[in-house]
């Protein structure tokens, strides 16, 4: 995400640059909606990776289970009976965790082909002002 960041601050520098360029240079209108895509595609892949780097709400043993799972009852039960509880609790907290994991995977997804769609992009404009003028 850092090198994100890093590209996109660039590139907001130079497309500032762009703005207040002397009156002699026009940048080529084609230039110019390539570079506006690429400022869309990394404003989306920033968005999406800061998704991606939030807090989420992984599910977690509770107080009360663990009071539960802590009683004279519960601590006087036979392995039989309370392995089986365990086990279904971690499966619960496994599962939800994968959940959790596979959201963020997706938003992460999206943030690297944003970020290629708008390195690629940079690329066309950058070769159409050096081959094309």
Avoid: C
Avoid at 39 to 58: C, D, E, K, S
């Amino acid at each position: 995400m850092i090198t994100s960041s890093g590209a996109l601050v660039t590139l907001i520098f130079a497309l500032a640059a762009l703005v207040t360029k002397p009156d002699d240079f026009d940048l080529p209108v084609p230039v110019r909606l390539i570079l506006g895509v690429v400022l869309a595609a990394f404003a989306a892949a920033a968005v999406l990776a800061l998704i991606t780097a939030r807090p989420g709400a992984y599910h977690e043993v509770t107080l009360e289970s663990l009071s539960a799972a802590a009683s004279d009852k519960a601590m006087g039960a036979s392995a039989l009976e309370g392995e089986p509880e365990i086990a279904r609790g971690l499966v619960q907290i496994i599962s939800k965790s994968r959940e959790e994991n596979a959201r963020k995977a997706r938003f992460l997804r999206a943030a690297v082909t944003f970020e290629a769609v708008a390195a690629l992009m940079l690329t066309v404009g950058v070769s159409v002002v050096l081959f094309v003028g």
